[in-house]
């Protein structure tokens, strides 16, 4: 099973980006998905998730309202739209699944390697 990060990068504040995740080895239409962000010198934090099929959605209230988590089953991809952006997003944004059938899992079982995410003023 694998899971593997793109679309990190450098932008500025205000700006946008998208990140997406392709997963491999799991029958992830069945899994619950989910991003985990982790800023420097803090623990990870689960900041937005989503139901095997795609219809409920969580998110941290520090990402409400700028970030769209969202899925494709079809081709077993994970995205994150982040819009908005501040620089305290700065952080490695991993990407998640698990097959527990629990939503909004703070202990997901397969991790991604993380992707770097950086807002610069």
């Known amino acids: 099973a694998r899971l593997v990060e793109s679309g990190g990068g450098l932008v500025q504040a205000g700006g946008s980006l998208r990140l997406s995740c392709a997963a491999s080895?799991?029958?992830?239409?069945?899994?619950?998905a989910s991003w985990f962000r982790q800023a420097p010198g803090e623990e990870r934090e689960l900041i937005a998730a989503?139901?095997?099929?795609?219809?409920?959605?969580h998110y941290a209230d520090s990402v409400k309202g700028r970030f769209t988590i969202s899925r494709d089953n079809v081709n077993d991809k994970l995205y994150l739209q982040m819009d908005r952006l501040r620089v305290e997003d700065t952080g490695i944004y991993y990407c998640?699944?698990?097959?527990?059938?629990?939503?909004?899992?703070?202990?997901?079982?397969?991790w991604g390697q993380g992707t770097q995410v950086t807002v610069s003023s």
């Open positions: 998640t699944a698990d097959p527990s059938g629990v939503p909004a899992t703070t202990q997901p079982k397969f």
């Open positions: 080895g799991m029958t992830f239409r069945l899994y619950e």
């Open positions: 989503i139901t095997w099929n795609g219809q409920t959605t």
